[in-house]
C-alpha cells in the first residue's frame, strides 16, 4: 500500500470586495454606458428630461405670475409664463367650493376630527382597534354631517341626527380620554367605572362601564351641542376640493361593505341571492359611471315618490357607492377564490357557521391577498370622483372651469388644471405608498 | 309572511304617496307653489360668462341670474329668494316640466321645435344674439364671404355647428369644421392658428377674444348668420305664474324707457308725477292684483335688480367680461332702434 498523500486544505484566495459597486459613478457608468447603443440612449433620454423639465419650469416657475389683479396684466408681465395668480385668487373656491368664507372653518374643523377620529389606528398598543374603524364609519358621518350642515338642534336637525351626533361626540371624547388615560399607563375610564355597575348588573361588566361612561359623555355632549347654533349651509354650497374627499371618502368606505356582501351573495348557493348578485354586479360594471351617475340623476328621482326627492349629491353618493361596490365585489370575489377549501374545511370542522367562517378565517385572508387590488379600486375611485362635474356638482373640476369663465380670468384653464394634477398625484401617490407599507406589515406580521 | 304582508303594505303606501302628491301638483299653480315654498327655483346651466357664472364668493351673477332675482323681487321683495339650479343641457327641460325649476333661463334660444315639443312657453326674449366669426386680423378678411374653403373651429353638437352648415352650403364657401368638444381646447386651438376662424354667439366671440393673448389682433366679422333669441320659459299652461315673470321683465323694460333706475326710483314713487311711472310704481292703480303680486311688486324688482338697461351694462355691456355695445344693436330700447319695447301698464 502506497502511502497516500494527506489531502490539505489549501483555501483560495479571497475575492476581492465589490467597491467599485459602491462607487456611483461606477454604477452609472455600468448600468448606463457599457455600450455605444446604451451610452446613446442615456444621453438622448437627458436630453429629453432637461427640455421638458425646463420649459416645465420655465412655465411654472421662472416666468410665473405670482401676484396680479387679472389674467391680462398676468399677460403684460410676463406672456408665456403661468398666471398663478388666479389660482391664488380663487384657492379658497377650489378647496370649499361655495362654501360661505366665514363658515369654512367648521368644514376644516370636521375634516381635522374625521382624521383624529382615526389616529389612534396607528397606536398599535390600543385595544379594540376595530371598533374604531366601525365607529367611524357609522358614528363620525353624522358629526361630520352635524359639522358641514350646520342648523340648529331640534330645528332644523331631526331627532335620529341629533341623536347620533351627540353619540359621535360623545364617542370621539371617550376615544380620546382612553388614550390619553393609557398612555400616562393609568386604567381606561371604563374601567374605572365597572366596579360600579358591577353591583347593579352582573352579566357583561365591562360592557356596562363603556356604556354608561359613553352615555353619560353624549347626554353631556347633546346638552352642550343644543346649546350652539351653527349657520346652515345646504348641500348645493358645497364644493371643490371638499366636496371631492366627500364623494371619494364615501365611496371608499362603502365600496368595501357593499363589495363584501356582493361578493358573498355571488358565490352564494341560494339561487335568487346569487342571480341578484350577478345581475347587479354585471350591469353595473357593464356600463360606464358617467351613465350611471346620469342614470342615478335623471331615473332616481322617477322611482322615488315625488314628495321625497332627494339632493342631488345624495343621488351621486348612491350611485357611485353602487358602482364602486360593485368593482370592489369582483376584487374581493378574486381574492376569496384564492383561498384554498382546506381552510373552509378546517372552519367547518371547528364547528363554525358561515358567518364566523366568512368573518373570522375567509375574509382576513383574501381582503389580505387583494390589497393591492382594492387599493387600486381606491385610487380609481377618487379621480372617477371628478365626473360629478359633468352633472353639475360643483367639485373642484368645475370650480376649477369656472376661473375660466370669472371677468377677472377669462381663459385661464391651464394653471386650475396643473393645480388639480399635483393635489391629485400627491393624494393617491400617499394611497399607493400607504398600501406598500401596509401590505410589507401584513407580510411581517403573518410570517 | 308577516315580512311579506308589510313590505307590500309599505310599497303600496308608497304608491299612494306619489299619486296623491302628483295630484295635488297638477292642481295649484307655480306662483301658489312658490309662494308656500318661499323662493323661486331658477334653471340655469353650469357656466356660460356674462350670463350666469360664479364668482369667487361663490355668488352668481349674470343676466339670466338678475332675471331670476328680478322675479324673485317682484313676488317675495326680496332678490336673494332665489335657489338657482345649474343643470346639463339634457335636463333643462324636465327640470321645468316635473316641476322642480319655476323659470328656465339659461340663455336659451326661443326655436320652434323648443316651444311645441318640449312642455314649455317661451315668454319674452332678454337678449338678441345671432352667430359670427372672429379671425386673426392679418388674414385681412372683411367679410365671412372671402372665407372661402377656410377651416372653423366650432363646438360640437350646437347650434353653431347646424348654423354653420347652413351658410356654407347657401353661400356656397366650402367651409371645413374642426370640431371640439370643450369651449377652453376650442380657444386653444384657435388662439395656436389651428383653424382660421372661429364661430360662436356673438356674446361669446367678445369674450373669447377678450381671453385672447393679444386681442388686437383678432377681429369679429360684421355678418350675424343666425337668430339666436334668448329668451326665458316656464311649464307650458300656467298663465298665473308665465304673467309674472312676463311682467318682471315688462317692468324692467318699461323702467328703462320711463327713466326709473335703482338709485332713482324712491325719490320717483315719492314724487312723479307721471300716471304712467305711478301706475308701474304701485302708487295708483290696482295692476298688482291680476297678477296676484304684492302692490309694490314693480318698485321692488327696479329697487333690488334695476331697469334693463342697468342690468345690460352691469352684465354684458362695454365695462362687462363681454364688453358688448348696445347701441345700434336690437337689445337696444325701441325709441334707439332696437326690439326692446315694453307693453303698456294699463
Known amino acids: 500500500m502506497s502511502e497516500q498523500k494527506l489531502k490539505h486544505f489549501v483555501p483560495t484566495p479571497p475575492r476581492l470586495p465589490a467597491t467599485n459597486e459602491q462607487n456611483l459613478l461606477r454604477r452609472i457608468q455600468k448600468q448606463c454606458f457599457n455600450s455605444i447603443g446604451n451610452s446613446l440612449l442615456t444621453i438622448s433620454v437627458l436630453v429629453l428630461i432637461y427640455y421638458v423639465a425646463k420649459s416645465f419650469l420655465d412655465w411654472a416657475v421662472f416666468n410665473a405670475v405670482w401676484n396680479a389683479a387679472t389674467r391680462r396684466e398676468c399677460m403684460d408681465i410676463s406672456p408665456d409664463g403661468a398666471c398663478w395668480a388666479g389660482v391664488i385668487d380663487w384657492f379658497n373656491g377650489l378647496i370649499y367650493g361655495r362654501y360661505p368664507d366665514e363658515e369654512q372653518w367648521r368644514v376644516n374643523g370636521g375634516v ?190 322617477i322611482f322615488l315618490p315625488s314628495g321625497a326627492e332627494p339632493d342631488k349629491l345624495s343621488q351621486v353618493l348612491f350611485a357611485v357607492c353602487l358602482f364602486a361596490g360593485a368593482y370592489m365585489a369582483e376584487n374581493i370575489r378574486g381574492g376569496l377564490q384564492a383561498i384554498p377549501d382546506g381552510q373552509y374545511e378546517a372552519a367547518q370542522t371547528l364547528g363554525l357557521g358561515y358567518w364566523l367562517t366568512m368573518g373570522l378565517i375567509i375574509l382576513p385572508q383574501a381582503m389580505r391577498l387583494m390589497i393591492p387590488n382594492i387599493m387600486t379600486s381606491f385610487i380609481s375611485m377618487l379621480k372617477d370622483t371628478t365626473l360629478v362635474s359633468i352633472i353639475g356638482l360643483f367639485d373642484i373640476m368645475l370650480m376649477a372651469r369656472n376661473i375660466s369663465n370669472d371677468k377677472n380670468w377669462i381663459g385661464l384653464h391651464t394653471e386650475p388644471l396643473a393645480l388639480i394634477s399635483i393635489l391629485f398625484f400627491v393624494m393617491c401617490y400617499g394611497m399607493s405608498q400607504y398600501s406598500l407599507n401596509l401590505e410589507k406589515r401584513l407580510k411581517a406580521h403573518r410570517s | ?193 389651428n383653424c382660421d376662424a372661429l364661430t360662436n354667439d356673438k356674446s361669446g366671440l367678445a369674450a373669447q377674444r377678450s381671453a385672447a393673448p393679444n386681442p388686437a389682433d383678432y377681429v369679429v366679422l360684421p355678418e350675424t348668420i343666425s337668430k339666436e333669441a334668448l329668451s326665458f320659459a316656464v311649464k307650458q299652461n300656467d298663465s298665473e305664474w308665465a304673467n309674472v315673470v312676463k311682467w318682471t321683465f315688462q317692468a324692467m323694460v318699461a323702467a328703462e324707457e320711463y327713466g326709473i333706475t335703482s338709485e332713482n326710483v324712491d325719490d320717483m314713487r315719492a314724487n312723479s308725477e307721471s300716471p304712467i311711472v305711478r301706475r308701474i310704481l304701485g302708487v295708483e292703480g290696482d295692476l298688482h292684483v291680476g297678477l296676484g303680486l304684492p302692490q309694490d311688486w314693480a318698485y321692488q324688482v327696479i329697487k333690488n335688480v334695476g331697469n334693463y338697461g342697468e342690468i345690460y351694462e352691469r352684465n354684458v355691456g362695454p365695462n362687462s367680461i363681454l364688453g358688448l355695445d348696445r347701441e345700434g344693436t336690437l337689445n337696444a330700447l325701441w325709441q334707439d332702434g332696437g326690439l326692446m319695447y315694453a307693453k303698456s301698464f294699463r
Open chain 1, 112 to 301: 381635522v376630527m374625521g382624521l383624529l377620529w382615526l389616529l389612534p389606528l396607528m397606536n398599535r398598543r390600543i385595544a379594540y382597534r376595530n371598533s374604531i374603524l366601525i365607529s367611524w364609519i357609522t358614528l363620525y358621518p353624522f358629526l361630520g354631517a352635524y359639522m358641514f350642515l350646520g342648523g340648529t338642534f331640534g330645528q332644523d336637525v331631526g331627532i335620529i341626527h341629533m341623536v347620533f351626533t351627540s353619540l359621535a361626540a360623545g364617542y370621539f371624547i371617550l376615544l380620546y380620554l382612553n388614550w390619553m388615560l393609557c398612555a400616562a399607563g393609568q386604567s381606561s375610564l371604563p374601567e374605572r367605572v365597572t366596579p360600579l355597575t358591577s353591583k347593579l348588573f352582573r352579566r357583561g361588566q365591562h360592557m356596562n362601564g363603556f356604556l354608561l361612561v359613553w352615555a353619560v359623555l353624549s347626554i353631556l355632549c347633546g346638552v352642550a351641542l343644543a346649546q350652539v347654533n351653527l349657520e346652515p349651509v345646504p348641500v348645493d354650497r358645497w364644493g371643490g376640493l371638499f366636496l371631492t374627499l366627500i364623494i371619494a371618502s364615501f365611496a371608499i368606505t362603502m365600496s368595501i361593505p357593499v363589495g363584501i356582501l356582493l361578493a358573498l351573495g355571488r358565490r352564494s348557493k341560494l339561487p335568487v341571492i346569487h342571480w341578484l348578485s350577478m345581475m347587479l354586479i354585471e350591469l353595473v360594471r357593464a356600463v360606464p359611471l358617467i351613465t350611471v351617475l346620469f342614470m342615478a340623476v335623471t331615473l332616481l328621482p
Open chain 2, 1 to 193: 309572511m308577516n315580512k311579506f304582508a308589510s313590505a307590500l303594505a309599505v310599497s303600496a303606501a308608497m304608491i299612494f304617496v306619489q299619486t296623491s302628491a302628483s295630484q295635488a301638483e297638477e292642481g295649484t299653480s307655480t306662483l301658489q307653489t312658490v309662494k308656500d315654498r318661499g323662493s323661486v327655483s331658477c334653471v340655469i346651466g353650469n357656466s356660460f360668462p356674462g350670463f350666469y357664472s360664479l364668482n369667487k364668493e361663490g355668488e352668481w351673477q349674470g343676466m339670466d341670474i338678475d332675471m331670476c332675482r328680478g322675479v324673485a323681487a317682484a313676488v317675495f321683495g326680496d332678490a336673494g329668494k332665489v335657489n338657482f339650479l345649474p343643470v346639463q343641457w339634457a335636463q333643462s327641460f324636465t327640470t321645468i316640466k316635473s316641476g322642480k325649476g319655476d323659470i328656465l333661463s339659461k340663455g336659451m334660444t326661443w326655436t320652434l321645435s323648443r316651444d311645441v315639443s318640449q312642455g314649455l312657453d317661451f315668454l319674452d326674449t332678454y337678449f338678441y344674439d345671432g352667430q359670427g366669426f372672429m379671425v386673426r386680423k392679418d388674414l385681412g378678411v372683411t367679410s365671412v364671404k372671402e372665407l372661402k374653403g377656410a377651416t372653423v373651429c366650432v363646438l360640437t353638437g350646437t347650434s353653431s355647428e347646424l348654423n354653420l352648415a347652413d351658410y356654407s352650403r347657401t353661400h356656397g364657401l366650402d367651409l371645413k369644421t374642426v370640431v371640439f368638444d370643450d369651449s377652453a381646447v376650442r380657444n386653444t386651438a384657435f388662439f395656436n392658428d
